[in-house]
């Protein structure tokens, strides 16, 4: 009999737009994270549809590679790095500089950047977790705050897209200082589109699902090669991951003239997993048992 399970069809091919191109042409989009992974990924959809794009990270290596591979991209823009450390403010108005003095005032912010790991809350130290809440929702917060003081001096509009997670809503065992950094950057997409859409600044937020790629962490990765095939396509209800361009399109939607009245709004692309549930409840694995580690010890 004839398995009639397939899954979601696959996205189109690398390369291929939803947005006409030359959407973002003389834009410039500011991506921080944008080196590597999933930032990276957004920044190379940007610059395919004509955007200047400027990419931050703490690291200098790995951003001018990325430069290098988004320059290449067919249709990019012009693509610049600033190293910056977003969990320091002054460092953040620095990055808002370069990136004017390169090619001006960024109209769109995609706050990618963040931190975690695998814990269980117990063993959260105070110094781990505001290592992952400084990054992760302190950070944004400062990004945020500088793209909309200048735009509001201006008088100009813009566009931001904070990338979130689904364990804002659910909560996250093992994650929790980076479930509640995450849901405090859910709270500030809702907040700040009331506060700044009468200045014409829209927020959105955008949620990954399982996107795999060189760069995920190890407890994502869980030692699999990124490069063979995926045996976690059978956990997803898609019955496939997502490829990294996919979230590339979904923030180029978010950001783009064609949704100008999409804001406060957080989408998720994650071929519904977050949303699976099972008839029967596996049975209870405590965080301790599941990430190894024996009984508490104070």
């Known amino acids: 009999m004839e398995n009639p399970l397939r899954g979601l069809p696959a996205p189109p091919p690398l390369g291929a737009t939803a947005l006409p191109p030359g959407t973002y042409a003389g834009q410039v989009v500011l991506v921080t994270g944008g080196g590597t992974g999933l930032g990276k990924a957004i920044?190379?959809?940007?610059?395919?549809?004509?955007a200047?794009?400027?990419?931050?990270?703490?690291?200098?290596?790995?951003?001018?590679?990325?430069?290098?591979e988004l320059a290449a991209v067919p249709g990019?823009?012009?693509v610049a790095a600033a190293?910056?450390?977003?969990?320091?403010?002054?460092?953040?108005?620095?990055?808002?500089d370069a990136a004017e003095a390169a090619f001006g005032p960024p109209d769109v912010l995609v706050n990618n950047a963040a931190a975690n790991f695998p814990c269980p809350a117990e063993d959260l130290s105070p110094n781990a977790w505001?290592?992952?809440?400084?990054?992760?929702?302190?950070?944004?917060?400062?990004?945020?705050?500088?793209?909309?003081?200048?735009?509001?001096a201006a008088g100009t509009p813009g566009s931001i897209v904070n990338i979130g997670a689904s364990y804002a809503w659910t909560g996250g065992p093992g994650f929790a200082h980076s479930a509640a950094a995450k849901a405090g950057v859910k709270n500030l997409v809702e907040t700040l589109a009331v506060e700044w859409g009468p200045y014409g600044i829209q927020i959105n937020g955008?949620?990954?699902?399982?996107?795999?790629?060189?760069?995920m962490t190890e407890d994502i990765r869980g030692g699999q090669d990124t490069a063979a095939p995926d045996d976690r396509d059978g956990r997803q209800p898609a019955?496939?991951?997502?490829?990294?361009?996919?979230?590339?399109?979904?923030?180029t939607f978010l950001a783009s003239p064609y949704a100008r009245f999409v804001t406060g709004h957080t989408l998720v692309v994650d071929g519904a997993n977050w949303q699976r549930r099972s008839l029967v409840n596996p049975e209870v694995a405590p965080i301790r048992t599941?990430?190894?580690?024996?009984?508490?010890r104070p």
């Open 76 to 78: 990019a823009g012009r």
């Open 239 to 251: 019955l496939r991951v997502g490829a990294p361009r996919e979230l590339g399109w979904a923030a």
């Open 290 to 296: 599941q990430l190894g580690r024996g009984p508490f």
């Open 206 to 215: 955008l949620v990954p699902g399982l996107f795999p790629h060189a760069d």
């Open 83 to 96: 190293v910056c450390d977003i969990r320091d403010p002054e460092r953040v108005s620095d990055v808002f």
């Open 43 to 50: 920044a190379a959809e940007f610059a395919r549809l004509g």
């Open 130 to 152: 505001r290592a992952v809440v400084d990054i992760t929702l302190t950070g944004t917060w400062f990004m945020t705050r500088e793209f909309g003081r200048r735009h509001l």
């Open 52 to 68: 200047d794009v400027v990419i931050a990270g703490r690291r200098a290596a790995p951003l001018d590679s990325a430069c290098k």
